[in-house]
């Protein structure tokens, strides 16, 4: 038990960590002989106070979760006037060469992985996968599951290898999604979008892996096929390639769906300060009713605190609910 929550307690007892519990979480703790809870926990900028200056390097830095996290807590970051990158994008003759193929429209996910298998999938990557390339998927893929030939296994997280530039194929399969709670809570605790957290991680985490490849030679020539799951990677990818040529590559597998790219949407998305002004106005609405049956509690049982009164309110609709408490410790 202490071992399995030892990481909890860490965080709990480190003034520069905050840590916030769902209210579900808290209320279910224990219940019917259970203790499973969920926390949520993240690093304060107060840990770099000691310091005159702070220089963070890293590529692609504004869609990163440090940046979108530290600056809803009014931290301001600036480029460094002492240090000039030469090519701060990639160029449009590298965008060229790049040829980015994905084989689902919906989001990539283990369930589908699991629902199709992994050696399904790669059996039908074989006619568009010829020759050398470097691969990566979960721990969770056995290297039997691959079955093309003269593949090199990565792990997903390939930062910083570069020793395969003259590979001019990739295959990125790993799905890398966020749970449920954890969406939910970045997106009432800093307004961070699902799209955006998906982005500064996972699909982040595809365009590091594809980048092992020949696309490192700023003056290379050969045109490189990489091969991703979604539609939602593929777009990011093509962002920060400018130039680069994206197609949907049917693989012949119904659970993966077919192209619906040319397919009109019934009715336009909402942007996600549509979504935010409408979650906002709910909670308030619903806090609203909150304050209104505390008043009536209060003068039912003729107490000055509703806590104190023999029934407990809640605005939320179920103990299951995966709003955040108000608390942090």
């Given at each position: 038990?202490?071992?399995?929550?030892?990481?909890?307690?860490?965080?709990?007892?480190?003034?520069?960590?905050?840590?916030?519990?769902?209210?579900?979480?808290?209320?279910?703790?224990?219940?019917?002989?259970?203790?499973?809870?969920?926390?949520?926990?993240?690093?304060?900028?107060?840990?770099?106070?000691?310091?005159?200056?702070?220089?963070?390097?890293?590529?692609?830095?504004?869609?990163?979760?440090?940046?979108?996290?530290?600056?809803?807590?009014?931290?301001?970051?600036?480029?460094?006037?002492?240090?000039?990158?030469?090519?701060?994008?990639?160029?449009?003759?590298?965008?060229?060469?790049?040829?980015?193929?994905?084989?689902?429209?919906?989001?990539?996910?283990?369930?589908?992985?699991?629902?199709?298998?992994?050696?399904?999938?790669?059996?039908?990557?074989?006619?568009?996968?010829?020759?050398?390339?470097?691969?990566?998927?979960?721990?969770?893929?056995?290297?039997?599951?691959?079955?093309?030939?003269?593949?090199?296994?990565?792990?997903?997280?390939?930062?910083?290898?570069?020793?395969?530039?003259?590979?001019?194929?990739?295959?990125?399969?790993?799905?890398?999604?966020?749970?449920?709670?954890?969406?939910?809570?970045?997106?009432?605790?800093?307004?961070?979008?699902?799209?955006?957290?998906?982005?500064?991680?996972?699909?982040?985490?595809?365009?590091?892996?594809?980048?092992?490849?020949?696309?490192?030679?700023?003056?290379?020539?050969?045109?490189?096929?990489?091969?991703?799951?979604?539609?939602?990677?593929?777009?990011?990818?093509?962002?920060?390639?400018?130039?680069?040529?994206?197609?949907?590559?049917?693989l012949g597998i119904p659970e993966l769906g077919s192209?619906?790219?040319?397919?009109?949407?019934?009715?336009?998305?909402?942007?996600?300060?549509?979504?935010?002004?409408?979650?906002?106005?709910?909670?308030?609405?619903?806090?609203?009713?909150?304050?209104?049956?505390?008043?009536?509690?209060?003068?039912?049982?003729?107490?000055?605190?509703?806590?104190?009164?023999?029934?407990?309110?809640?605005?939320?609709?179920s103990i299951f609910s995966r709003t955040i408490a108000?608390?942090?410790?």
């Amino acid at each position: 038990m202490i071992k399995v929550t030892q990481p909890l307690w860490e965080l709990l007892a480190n003034a520069h960590w905050s840590v916030a519990m769902t209210r579900s979480s808290w209320q279910r703790a224990g219940y019917k002989g259970k203790a499973q809870m969920i926390a949520h926990a993240w690093l304060k900028p107060a840990i770099l106070d000691g310091w005159n200056r702070v220089t963070i390097m890293g590529a692609n830095f504004e869609h990163s979760l440090m940046m979108l996290v530290w600056s809803r807590q009014d931290v301001i970051f600036v480029p460094d006037d002492l240090i000039h990158v030469a090519a701060p994008k990639h160029s449009a003759a590298t965008g060229a060469r790049c040829r980015v193929l994905y084989i689902r429209e919906k989001p990539w996910s283990k369930t589908v992985r699991d629902k199709i298998g992994i050696p399904r999938i790669t059996g039908a990557l074989q006619a568009s996968v010829a020759g050398p390339h470097i691969w990566a998927a979960n721990k969770d893929v056995e290297d039997w599951h691959w079955k093309l030939e003269q593949g090199t296994r990565l792990p997903a997280v390939a930062h910083g290898l570069n020793d395969f530039r003259d590979h001019t194929r990739a295959v990125f399969l790993a799905a890398l999604n966020d749970c449920n709670p954890h969406f939910t809570w970045m997106q009432k605790q800093w307004g961070i979008e699902p799209c955006e957290l998906s982005r500064a991680k996972a699909q982040e985490i595809a365009y590091q892996m594809i980048m092992r490849t020949n696309l490192r030679e700023a003056d290379g020539t050969e045109e490189v096929t990489v091969i991703v799951p979604d539609r939602r990677t593929a777009d990011y990818i093509c962002h920060l390639l400018p130039g680069s040529k994206q197609h949907f590559l049917d693989l012949g597998i119904p659970e993966l769906g077919s192209n619906n790219r040319n397919t009109p949407s019934k009715a336009p998305a909402k942007t996600a300060t549509e979504r935010s002004k409408e979650r906002y106005e709910r909670e308030v609405q619903r806090k609203g009713d909150l304050q209104r049956l505390g008043r009536l509690i209060r003068d039912i049982h003729g107490v000055a605190d509703e806590r104190n009164a023999p029934i407990q309110i809640s605005f939320e609709g179920s103990i299951f609910s995966r709003t955040i408490a108000a608390e942090t410790f």
